[in-house]
């Protein structure tokens, strides 16, 4: 069966997980555009199941929004392809680390799906998250406050990264003291988490996370409080729409998404902008473009390399190519988000680009819950960056900037700056 899909005959192997292709991946990309919008890549596990990158948006879209015939639970599916199994040995099926992946509704279809989603979706709205910005701002003057005298600053570890763990561990009520200790731990699940890599050390990273987790359930118990931990601890107690599993698993969702991601977003933001110096410029010269800029440097180089994987519930076509039951499908955000059949000179980095849409944040009913959230952080984040520190500038070369990858997500190890 062929082919809308439009693949070239050439044989050409994709390595997504090499290094070298995971530090700068858009030509990459661009080759598996132009190869096709469904590319078949080697079993990233090694198996004999067949994986799928989806390269172009409108087909992501498609798969992403039809989760009855492309769906995030792994174990829903009777297929016997390996990737199957050597993921869930990978993780682990009965081990504490599962309540993060198989019991969240990242990992979950409907109709568990809804009922986890809308537990917390009230407390991720546009309009309460506006209700929190004044807070958002005192978080990120008081970072600056501590570096604004020294002249320089690790613009990763004294700004991007404590700036949304302090927002989300304040809405969570996560005491300040075990904040960097949660870094630790996240920053080796984004690493080594992702898909093709088999880390040991992740399973007793997420271990820990899980221990501890429960042990701040336990204290939230005894003495609960205004917190978003508290309220998700009164509606397991008062009925069956939470249990116990699924209470520990969302608060770690809840954690792991709330920060990583979005110190990604501003520690790549600003790399780009401090490296795109006339975009920096007109950014200056006027910080009501600051929203437009967020939207662009996520579609840009957004902190997602690809969604979770889907797998396919039945055999079914997919841009004219046949996909079988139980083979693995990876819409891959960043290459969707370059497509040029979607935007012009997509390989431009434009602060004042007119997006109709980018799917840095997915799509469909796994569409991140966040996203209202790491908008208003973005915005504040870069506006005062930019408003107190205006001479802001690279204070090492450009190529000596160190980058940490996995293929679901890619971040700066390092920023210096000078100001
Ligand atoms: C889901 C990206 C920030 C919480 C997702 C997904 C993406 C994403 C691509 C969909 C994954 C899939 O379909 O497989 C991002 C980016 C962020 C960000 C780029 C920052 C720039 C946040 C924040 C939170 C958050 C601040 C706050 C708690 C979640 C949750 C889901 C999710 C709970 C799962 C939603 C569901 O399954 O219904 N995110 N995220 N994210 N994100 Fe985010």
Not at 83 to 108: A, D, H, W, Y
């Amino acid at each position: 069966m062929n082919n809308s899909n439009n693949q070239t005959s050439e044989k050409v192997e994709f390595n997504l997980f090499s290094e070298e292709n995971s530090k700068d991946p858009f030509a990459m990309f661009a080759q598996m555009r132009a190869k096709g919008s469904v590319v078949p890549i080697p079993n990233p596990m090694g198996g004999a199941g067949q994986t799928w990158i989806v390269t172009r948006m409108d087909v992501a879209m498609e798969v992403l929004k039809d989760h009855s015939r492309f769906t995030v639970d792994m174990n829903s599916i009777d297929s016997g392809n390996d990737i199957r199994k050597n993921l869930s040995g990978e993780l682990g099926s009965t081990e504490p680390q599962t309540f993060f992946t198989g019991k969240s509704m990242l990992f979950v279809d409907e109709p568990d799906h809804r009922r986890l989603r809308s537990l917390v979706s009230k407390a991720f709205t546009p309009r309460y998250m506006e209700s929190l910005r004044p807070r958002v701002q005192e978080i990120a003057d008081e970072l600056i406050d501590q570096f604004e005298g020294k002249g320089e600053m690790d613009l990763v570890k004294d700004y991007a990264y404590p700036f949304p763990i302090n927002v989300i561990s304040e809405m969570l009520g996560i005491p300040q003291e075990d904040r960097p200790q949660i870094h630790v731990w996240s920053e080796a699940i984004a690493k080594g988490l992702g898909f093709g890599k088999q880390d040991p050390a992740v399973a007793q990273h997420l271990r820990s996370f899980a221990e501890y987790t429960s042990q701040l359930v336990a204290n939230k118990r005894v003495e609960p409080s205004d917190d978003l931990i508290s309220q998700l601890i009164a509606i397991e107690e008062e009925g069956d729409r939470l249990n116990e599993d699924e209470l520990i698993s969302m608060i770690m969702l809840l954690i792991f998404a709330g920060h990583e991601t979005t110190s990604n977003l501003i520690a790549t933001g600003s790399y780009l902008l401090l490296t795109h110096p006339e975009q920096l410029e007109q950014l200056k010269q006027d910080l009501n473009l600051v929203p437009s800029a967020v939207e662009e440097l996520l579609r840009y180089n957004g902190p997602a390399t690809s969604s979770g994987p889907r797998y396919a519930t039945q055999d079914t076509e997919l841009d004219g190519q046949l996909i079988q039951k139980g083979d693995v499908v990876i819409p891959l955000l960043k290459s969707a988000n370059r497509d040029e059949q979607q935007f012009t000179d997509p390989e431009e980095l434009d602060i004042e680009r007119k997006i109709k849409r980018h799917l840095a944040f997915g799509h469909g009913i796994h569409m991140c819950l966040g996203a209202p959230l790491a908008r208003v952080e973005g915005d504040v984040a870069f506006t005062t960056l930019l408003r107190r520190l205006p001479d802001i500038q690279l204070s090492i070369p450009q190529e000596k900037i160190q980058w940490h990858s996995a293929l679901s997500s890619q971040g700066l190890a390092a920023l210096p700056v000078k100001f």
